[in-house]
């Protein structure tokens, strides 16, 4: 498989609407497209994956390590694979360059494409660009110009590659029929957009129009192949973890919650059954589950329509307080709590949720469990990523302790609950460089199910 990265100087720069006109055209020539995200973004991977019609991959240093990402970037299908950056180029943990865009294009050995969006630059753009380059050798090809007009563009193309050794690759026209809309914590989901392949042909028939696309695919490096096999030595030792009969998971999955990585639920999948609810729709949950996972989303969008499902509220309570298993992060974790000052949802964490008028909390951290309990030992540590702009008033006892370092500060917070057999917290967790965690999760399911049996003999 032939692949690229896409980046760009800084978030906004036009990566998306530039990687789903491209995937398009690609489609549109005949190839098999593998769409992939840099970073701990779900938004992106779930465009990706409705126009190329598989499964988008996270690929991100931090949380899943290198070995994790391999193996998950060689899980990949298709002729090309078109990897979307995050943030800027080299924008990761803070500090320097680790766990960027950048980093990953070491790390996979792939070049990069630059999208730009000028504003009342010329030469200056030109050092910019250099510095790009030059700040740690990027592998950069080329660049594509967004949101300009055409008179400005054949300026800056002239420039670029007088004094650069980027080829200019073409442009993107300002066109408003083409913007991806956005809310408070990014773009609208893939879901909510209903002229979505409307606004996906359109920019691939304007970058068809502007973009020399037989240079990018001629730009494109072949990937390497992973041992897939040795990749995933880390992962074989969950098969012993497997209980007498395969595990039936149900989990949360429509407009409210869809923020799942793939490589997580295919974990679940090797040691049961995976079974979608829609918390929207469906009355009760699958029957005879052993385990309940519950994903990030948007819930306070629907607040109003998930507090309506009465019926649904009370089965999950019902189940949650008779012991029932049951994992939720971010999202989730406000669905289980009583809801907001507004509108009643399942009520099983004393307190409600509010929303904030900026991010609460954003970024890599540090999970840690500080107080012992009958899942988890203290002291163990678990990469994690926070993003939200809700907070939680309670009085639950928190398990958890977050901590990230600031540059030449430590921040320090806490979040987390354990109740009965529930875990909750804000941070979003892949399993691949935390398998004591998820190995924790299939133990609690095992001594729960053990329980049972022991009550109907």
């Known amino acids: 498989?032939?692949?690229?990265?896409?980046?760009?100087?800084?978030?906004?720069?036009?990566?998306?609407?530039?990687?789903?006109?491209?995937?398009?055209?690609?489609?549109?020539?005949?190839?098999?497209?593998?769409?992939?995200?840099?970073?701990?973004?779900?938004?992106?991977?779930?465009?990706?994956?409705?126009?190329?019609?598989?499964?988008?991959?996270?690929?991100?240093?931090?949380?899943?390590?290198?070995?994790?990402?391999?193996?998950?970037?060689?899980?990949?299908?298709?002729?090309?694979?078109?990897?979307?950056?995050?943030?800027?180029?080299?924008?990761?943990?803070?500090?320097?360059?680790?766990?960027?865009?950048?980093?990953?294009?070491?790390?996979?050995?792939?070049?990069?494409?630059?999208?730009?969006?000028?504003?009342?630059?010329?030469?200056?753009?030109?050092?910019?660009?250099?510095?790009?380059?030059?700040?740690?050798?990027?592998?950069?090809?080329?660049?594509?110009?967004?949101?300009?007009?055409?008179?400005?563009?054949?300026?800056?193309?002239?420039?670029?590659?007088?004094?650069t050794p980027l080829k200019v690759f073409g442009y993107l026209p300002k066109n408003e029929r083409i913007i991806l809309g956005s809310r408070h914590l990014g773009l609208i989901q893939s879901s909510e957009i209903e002229n979505l392949d409307k606004k996906i042909n359109l920019s691939s028939k304007i970058l068809g129009e502007n973009v020399d696309v037989e240079g990018i695919i001629n730009s494109l490096d072949e990937s390497e192949e992973y041992n897939r096999r040795n990749a995933n030595k880390q992962f074989e030792y969950i098969k012993s973890l497997i209980v007498s009969k395969p595990i039936r998971i149900a989990y949360a999955y429509d407009k409210a919650f869809s923020f799942y990585y793939k490589d997580n639920l295919e974990l679940f999948e090797r040691v049961g059954e995976l079974i979608p609810f829609s918390p929207l729709e469906d009355k009760k949950l699958p029957e005879d589950i052993d385990f309940l996972y519950i994903g990030g989303g948007y819930p306070e969008v629907f607040e109003k329509e998930l507090s309506n499902n009465h019926e649904l509220l009370k089965d999950i309570k019902d189940k949650l307080e008779n012991g029932l298993p049951t994992y939720a992060e971010c999202g989730g974790l406000m669905y289980l709590t009583e809801g907001s000052e507004k509108n009643s949802l399942v009520g099983f964490f004393d307190g409600i949720y509010k929303i904030s008028n900026s991010l609460v909390n954003f970024g890599y951290a540090e999970l840690q469990v500080e107080n012992e309990n009958h899942i988890f030992h203290k002291g163990l540590k678990i990469h994690c990523h926070e993003f939200h702009k809700s907070y939680i008033e309670t009085k639950e006892p928190t398990v958890f302790c977050l901590s990230k370092n600031h540059y030449e500060e430590e921040k320090q917070w806490k979040c987390g609950y354990v109740k009965n057999n529930v875990i909750a917290a804000y941070a979003h967790i892949h399993f691949y460089s935390n398998m004591e965690f998820f190995n924790n999760l299939l133990r609690l399911v095992h001594k729960t199910s053990q329980v049972k049996q022991s009550k109907l003999v």
Do not use: W
């Open 1 to 163: 498989m032939k692949s690229i990265i896409i980046s760009s100087n800084c978030s906004g720069g036009g990566k998306t609407t530039f990687t789903l006109a491209l995937m398009k055209a690609l489609i549109n020539r005949g190839y098999s497209v593998q769409g992939y995200k840099s970073g701990p973004d779900y938004i992106d991977t779930a465009f990706h994956t409705h126009l190329c019609k598989k499964a988008s991959r996270n690929l991100d240093l931090f949380l899943m390590g290198e070995e994790g990402v391999k193996t998950s970037f060689s899980k990949g299908q298709g002729d090309i694979g078109i990897i979307e950056g995050a943030m800027g180029l080299y924008d990761g943990l803070g500090y320097d360059s680790k766990c960027s865009t950048y980093d990953l294009s070491k790390v996979l050995n792939l070049p990069i494409i630059l999208v730009i969006t000028p504003k009342a630059q010329s030469n200056t753009l030109c050092a910019e660009l250099l510095g790009l380059i030059n700040y740690e050798n990027a592998n950069i090809k080329g660049v594509v110009l967004n949101n300009i007009s055409e008179g400005y563009y054949k300026l800056l193309k002239k420039l670029i590659e007088k004094n």
